[in-house]
């Protein structure tokens, strides 16, 4: 059973930048493809951005592209999130899935694993 650990959220001020990271665990880290999602309060949860397996193949949504890159290291079952010029806008709880798919997805529902998620705050 895989599981997934967020951590490095906190609070940041307009146009600061964060590093969140996802940690793997229980299963082989290179068999899933992974993606970042936010929830903000009264909000749906929707998708950040995705990178598949080997890492070949990423997506961002429209709102951080630009700003958001992620990257992952197999090595170390992790994936990485950096976040630069943030917005009060992007202040949200931040969660990472997994998925076994060979697709990059950005919808909640093609993920089978979830991680507990970190607060990110953008504020003055």
């Known amino acids: 059973q895989l599981q997934l650990v967020e951590s490095g959220g906190g609070l940041v001020q307009p146009g600061g930048s964060l590093r969140l990271s996802c940690a793997a665990s229980?299963?082989?880290?290179?068999?899933?493809?992974i993606g970042w999602f936010r929830q903000a309060p009264g909000k749906e949860r929707e998708g950040v951005s995705c990178?598949?397996?080997?890492?070949?193949?990423?997506n961002y949504a429209d709102s951080v592209k630009g700003r958001f890159t992620i990257s992952r290291d197999n090595a170390k079952n992790t994936v990485y999130l950096q976040m630069n010029n943030l917005k009060p806008e992007d202040t949200a709880i931040y969660y990472c899935?997994?998925?076994?798919?060979?697709?990059?997805?950005?919808?909640?529902?093609?993920?089978?694993?979830w991680g507990q998620g970190t607060q990110v705050t953008v504020s003055s």
């Open positions: 990178i598949t397996k080997s890492g070949g193949n990423t």
């Open positions: 229980g299963s082989p880290f290179d068999r899933y493809t």
């Open positions: 899935a997994a998925r076994r798919g060979l697709m990059c997805a950005m919808r909640t529902a093609s993920y089978d694993y």
